[in-house]
């Protein structure tokens, strides 16, 4: 604590767990007793194996088919009953937990005792005869009671954090070796997302569950312990409070019932928003490109509003719930007061009765509360459990699937696989002897079951009959790369030791040396999740050389060439799986394409539909004249050009992938300067936030956050609350009047109007409430409306290079996670701030009006508290932030194992992933547990505060008892009862407060980033129709990606006239793109201009500009939404025009052919139309909105050559007329075109007539030589 007052904590400060609370401790347990309970349930052959340790051995093998009968068996005798996790979690955990059981019941015991001492004080300052030691025995006896109660409680807690934090280990521990044994059909049931969310939530939820477990018995034992003191002080009358408070209750639950319909209805508001955002931060340059902002602006704008709405009316309903909760314990006093008043005239009021039971009300207040949070609380764990339960139940690989001493390398003798038990057998009929050191190639069309031969052979596939063996070790190659999140090297060496030697040559053996000298760190570069910083082709060389690398006695290799160039895969072929390769002498299992390598094998395997129909070696099953003749002659043909072009291409392939090497290494560095971004700006601000004291950054915070409200608002609502508690505080002091009547024969004269204006009171109290409750919720609503809108206009505003830079994680983040905290979680911890920070003011009001001597006691204690409260807030922080660093490697990890479960198990490889596992969950858990006990710490450090406040309050009024009245002494005594909690409560809401408010922080660090140049000029002065001819002039122009950085295209200088046809050529990375952003001002110039029919377009507003040109972009992004929304948003158009665009774009029978038509739903990105027909849409804007310069960046790979005719064709016809420009990859385009534009290294090296650059034999030449067309 003291290390992370004076410095942010670092994650070596950290002191390491317990042993007991270790993952090899705790997980182990939990497995066994879970076994026990499977074992109990289902007989022995369907035994859940956990480890491959406890595999059991005497087991009959499964090698005799199991006959129907016995299948059914198995099925039936496992629905006898579900093994119960329940019992499995008691039998782990309850032990160390009854302990805390036994806390809880002292604790609730000693609750009871502060009221009875305050009555028997009110007792001795009535009864003056009484000796004075008395007094100061009670007083010391209330401390004691305090102090002791305070560390049962928080030992308590302790117990149950520890127990939470135990048993989340467990359950992650579990989830995670189960994912690693589970089949594959079983892995098929839930999704990715759905098994890492067993782990996040789920596990989560038993955690928050466990604190609150116990408040199921103790609640009802303090209900009716308050109930019998409050019996024995008022008598039957108590029965009126306590029928208040059972009305109470139903009426919550329906405002709760009510709150979950809006939160479901919110939450799907909010998915749709996000979902939208999504979409527009991914295709954020097609939306400024086409000057398309504002459309989705306002589309963001409807949903958000929708979603305000039913947000203010959940603030209306949480206005009426705080009403209750804050005015029944009032109403209950009423009421109970006003009967045992009214029934009798003898009954009097008097000090000792009226703050005796307000104390013991206080303490009935809080298990009626707690009680529906608890059931609900154990409601969702209880659907966890289920989830759980079902998950640790799914069926697992049988580890008999793979005989391992085996006779030869690989044998299966009638197999029949299939992928769960009850599915008829994808593969049947199989027999296959691969002798050692063979090598096997697998051949067959798309879906014969060539991939499915070799699960059969690891045993990832159920086996129906028949057996499969496999000699020595084994190492596989599936056909989607799987790439782990740690160092290139990691990758390949995976977990074994390195060799240096063997593993230079396993790298230099499949081609990555050229990728490493790319890569910025080499070998030691960091690879992201899924390998997103490797193209496919190196994916999966780093697979091949993982396999390569560990050196086993039979490879299987799923395809791993067909990912790479045909170069590449030639070299790696020769080099490794080849006959004279590195594996050599090895049994090698390859499924392949390619049918160049065939000749080589000594076997190959035809398969079709899952069968193997032939067998034997290349020029015997070319005799046959069977099926594999067959699959060659379709095949050969493609590839024969292959072929021919790889062996004319030699030369070009290396001058190609020095190129690609060029881009590569360019990305690279962009890369590598887009990290050093991120990591200095997302350096810089937090330190500032964690060194300077969270005072200046806060102040300023709320300051802006109040603004948002509205100052009158605020002001307003802070007024309310002061309100609230002044009358409150006056209901109280009437109280203690009233009490302090006279007594005239048995009875109180007045005690109608005592009881009018007590009453009084408590309406002016309900009223305030209530409006505080909604002023806050809607100010709350306001501001996030507020923050919102220009945080998403902010956002939209901004120039391209920011998205570049800024992951679209983060802003999606900021619009789901912020925002949502700012929506909902600031103004309900806002209203409870507030609310027990008066109540904390009036209470130290009350005791100083009682006995003014307390203050020189308040100071003190004041500043110690406030010490404590910043020391704590120090440390907490720091530790929530380690913790939260810490816990998504967890996640990330297993997200990582569940794609590459066959890999693991193939190596076998589980026990050194579960270690990791196991590791990355302690780490997270030391970063938690310190933060459970500085919570505890603080606790105790508060409570005795507060336990000091009340003793002293009790001993002046001791010392001070002739001069003081039992009701003013009563008063003080019960609201110095109170402080406790309060304090406490004061403490927790104002860290909360201090590290959401954050929330607002962050929405509004995107004002202060910059922004383009304005969408639309005040007064513009362009006329209606321009550019009316299309001349472009382009002078000098240049312009850089960032400020640092050289140009990227310079001094370039060409004159368009209007209605020509002009093609842009140049090699990857020659400038091609650039000039085209230049125009659409996506970058602003660095020099030079571009003037469009005279007109610098440098002088206009964004909007202006792009909405007066067109482009066709290279990817066609569509947005989710009708057809009809993604050609035109604005709806500027009418169904005539778009029909007769769509017409032109050969794309009026499909539309017509759908069932919605023009309202036919694009899902996500278009996923439900092929690219082909998403690429015509794209022209099909362009033709709507026909305007005189149309810029077409062709699209390389994504447009089979029928749809680039349409396009072409299209456009030549439509835009007779117009200056057409295009980016081209395909000369064949554009050999028709008026001119030609040659860029080279972002200067240009030629322009002029296609024809006369050829006649010229430069670049342009040498281009169309490559391609073909001279």
């Known amino acids: 604590m003291v290390i992370g007052y004076k410095r942010p904590l670092e994650e070596k400060d950290l002191w390491s767990l317990n042993t007991e609370d270790k993952s090899e401790k705790v997980v182990p347990q939990l497995v066994r007793r879970w076994d026990q309970e499977c074992n109990k349930v289902k007989r022995p052959i369907d035994k859940t194996l956990y480890s491959p340790k406890r595999a059991a051995k005497g087991e009959k093998k499964e090698g005799q088919p199991i006959e129907e009968s016995e299948i059914l068996l198995a099925k039936t005798l496992q629905k006898t009953g579900e093994p119960s996790l329940f019992c499995a979690l008691c039998r782990t955990f309850g032990p160390y937990f009854l302990v805390s059981s036994l806390y809880k019941i002292i604790h609730d015991i000693l609750m009871f005792v502060g009221p009875e001492i305050l009555r028997l004080l009110i007792q001795f300052v009535n009864d003056s005869s009484a000796p004075t030691w008395h007094g100061y025995f009670y007083t010391t006896l209330l401390l004691v009671c305090t102090c002791v109660q305070t560390l049962i409680l928080q030992k308590y807690f302790h117990v149950c954090f520890v127990t939470g934090m135990r048993l989340r280990t467990a359950i992650v521990g579990a989830v995670y070796r189960k994912a690693l044994v589970i089949t594959n059909a079983a892995r098929r049931t839930s999704t990715v997302g759905e098994i890492v969310n067993l782990m996040s939530v789920d596990a989560q939820r038993f955690m928050d569950l466990i604190t609150y477990i116990n408040m199921i018995w103790s609640a009802p034992l303090q209900v009716i312990l308050a109930l019998y003191f409050l019996w024995q002080n008022l008598g039957p009358s108590v029965l009126a409070g306590v029928a208040v408070m059972v009305l109470m209750v139903p009426l919550n639950a329906v405002i709760a019932m009510k709150t979950k319909t809006y939160q479901v209805a919110q939450m799907k508001s909010k998915d749709n928003r996000i979902k939208l955002m999504n979409e527009v931060l991914n295709g954020i340059k097609v939306l400024k490109l086409y000057a398309w902002e504002l459309a989705f602006k306002d589309k963001v704008s409807a949903i958000r509003e929708s979603e305000l709405r039913v947000l203010m009316k959940t603030a209306y309903l949480g206005a009426v719930s705080t009403f209750t909760w804050v005015c029944a314990p009032f109403l209950v006093a009423l009421s109970t007061f006003a009967v045992y008043v009214l029934v009798d005239d003898h009954n009097i009021l008097d000090a000792q009765k009226a703050f005796v039971s307000l104390a013991l009300f206080n303490i009935l207040r809080f298990p009626l509360n707690m009680l529906p949070m608890v059931i609900s609380s154990m409601v969702q764990a209880s659907v966890s459990m289920k989830r759980l339960r079902v998950f640790l139940s799914h069926e697992e690989l049988d580890e008999d699937n793979v005989e391992r001493p085996a006779i030869t390398a690989c044998e299966i003798v009638d197999g029949a696989f299939s992928w769960s038990k009850h599915d008829s057998p994808t593969l049947k009929r199989i027999n296959v002897r691969v002798p050692e050191g063979a090598f096997v190639a697998v051949v067959g069309h798309v879906g014969s079951g060539k991939s499915s031969l070799l699960s059969a052979l690891l045993g990832e596939m159920q086996k129906q009959e028949g057996s499969v063996s496999i000699k020595g070790s084994v190492a596989y190659v599936p056909q989607q790369a799987w790439i782990q999140n740690a160092t290139l090297k990691d990758n390949i060496l995976f977990g074994r030791e390195a060799k240096d030697s063997w593993y230079e040559k396993v790298v230099e053996a499949c081609a990555l040396l050229p990728d490493l000298e790319v890569l910025p760190g080499g070998d030691l570069t960091e690879i992201g999740e899924k390998g997103v910083n490797l193209s496919g082709g190196q994916k999966q060389r780093v697979s091949v050389a993982r396999a390569v690398y560990c050196n086993c006695a039979v490879y299987l290799l799923d395809d791993p060439l067909s990912a790479v160039d045909a170069h590449v895969g030639k070299h790696i072929f020769e080099k490794v799986i080849g006959p004279q390769g590195l594996l050599q002498g090895r049994t090698r299992v390859l499924v392949t394409h390619g049918l160049s390598f065939l000749p080589q094998a000594d076997l190959i395997l035809v398969m079709v539909d899952g069968e193997i129909t032939e067998m034997g070696s290349y020029t015997e099953l070319l005799g046959r004249q069977g099926a594999f003749a067959e699959f060659l002659r379709t095949y050969a043909s493609t590839e024969q050009e292959e072929v021919e072009e790889s062996v004319g291409g030699e030369a070009g392939v290396t001058g190609m992938d020095m190129e690609k090497h060029e881009a590569c290494r360019k990305m690279c560095v962009i890369l590598s300067d887009v990290e050093n971004i991120f990591s200095s700006t997302e350096a810089v601000p937090r330190k500032g936030l964690e060194n300077g004291g969270p005072a200046d950054v806060k102040l300023s915070v709320f300051w802006e956050y109040m603004k948002a409200i509205g100052l009158p608002l605020s002001i307003f609502s802070i007024f309310l609350f002061f309100c609230h508690h002044l009358s409150s505080l006056g209901s109280n002091y009437w109280l203690s009047l009233w009490t302090d009547d006279p007594v005239i024969n048995n009875t109180q004269p007045n005690r109608e109007m005592r009881l009018g204006v007590y009453g009084a009171f408590g309406l002016t109290q309900g009223i305030a409430v209530f409006c505080y409750s909604v002023t806050v919720s809607v100010g709350g609503i306001l501001a996030s409306r507020y923050l919102h809108q220009t945080m998403l206009y902010n956002v939209l505003r901004s120039p391209m290079s920011f998205f570049e830079r800024t992951p679209s994680g983060n802003l999606v983040n900021r619009f789901a996670k912020e925002t949502d905290t700012i929506d909902t979680v600031i103004p309900s911890i806002i209203k409870m701030f507030m609310g027990s920070m008066f109540n904390v003011l009036g209470s130290c009001a009350v005791i100083l009006i009682a006995t003014p001597l307390v203050a020189i006691i308040i100071p003190p204690l004041g500043l110690l508290y406030f010490f404590v409260q910043r020391f704590y807030v120090a440390s907490s922080r720091q530790l929530k932030r380690l913790e939260s660093v810490s816990r998504s490697p967890v996640y990330t990890h297993f997200n990582e194992t569940l794609l590459g479960t066959s890999v693991i198990r193939a190596f076998g490889e589980q026990q050194r992933f579960i270690r990791e596992s196991d590791g990355r969950v302690d780490h997270n858990q030391t970063a938690y547990f310190p933060s459970i006990v500085a919570n505890r710490w603080l606790a105790v450090r508060l409570e005795f505060v507060g336990n000091c406040i009340v003793t002293f309050a009790a001993l002046f009024a001791v010392m001070a008892r002739d001069s003081l009245s039992p009701g003013i002494m009563g008063l003080s005594i019960s609201y110095a009862l109170q402080v406790t909690t309060s304090l406490n409560w004061l403490v927790r809401m104002s860290s909360e407060v201090e590290t959401n408010i954050v929330a607002v922080e962050k929405v509004k660090e995107y004002g202060d980033t910059e922004k383009e140049a304005e969408w639309r000029l005040e007064h513009s002065t362009l006329p209606a129709g321009w550019p009316t001819t299309g001349h472009i002039e382009i002078r000098n122009f240049g312009l850089r990606y960032r400020e640092d950085l050289e140009l990227a295209i310079s001094d370039i200088s060409v004159n368009i006239e209007g209605g020509e046809k002009v093609g842009i050529v140049g090699r ?203």
């Open 1068 to 1270: 990857t990375g020659a400038g091609k793109s650039s000039l085209t952003l230049g125009l659409f001002r996506i970058i602003e110039a660095a020099q030079g201009e571009i003037c469009i029919d005279g007109v610098n377009i440098a002088k206009l507003g964004l909007h202006e500009l792009r909405s007066r040109i067109t482009i066709i972009p290279q990817d066609p992004v569509l947005f989710s939404g009708s057809l009809r929304m993604n050609l035109d948003p604005f709806d500027g158009y009418t169904d005539e025009e778009v029909w007769r665009a769509l017409e032109l774009a050969h794309l009026k029978n499909f539309v017509s052919g759908l069932p919605d038509k023009l309202n036919h739903e694009c899902s996500e990105g278009g996923e439900n139309l092929s690219l082909g027909q998403r690429q015509l849409v794209c022209l099909a804007r362009a033709l709507l909105r026909k305007t005189k310069i149309l810029v077409l960046d062709e699209a390389t790979a994504a447009v089979d050559l029928e749809t680039d005719n349409l396009i072409q064709s299209t456009i030549r016809t439509q835009f007779e007329d117009c200056t057409v420009l295009t980016i081209a990859h395909r000369l064949n385009t554009i050999m028709d075109y008026t001119r030609v534009l040659v860029l080279d290294k972002g200067h240009m090296a030629e322009f002029g007539s296609p024809s006369n650059l050829i006649a010229k034999k430069g670049i342009f030449y040498k281009m169309a030589k490559d391609s073909g067309l001279v």
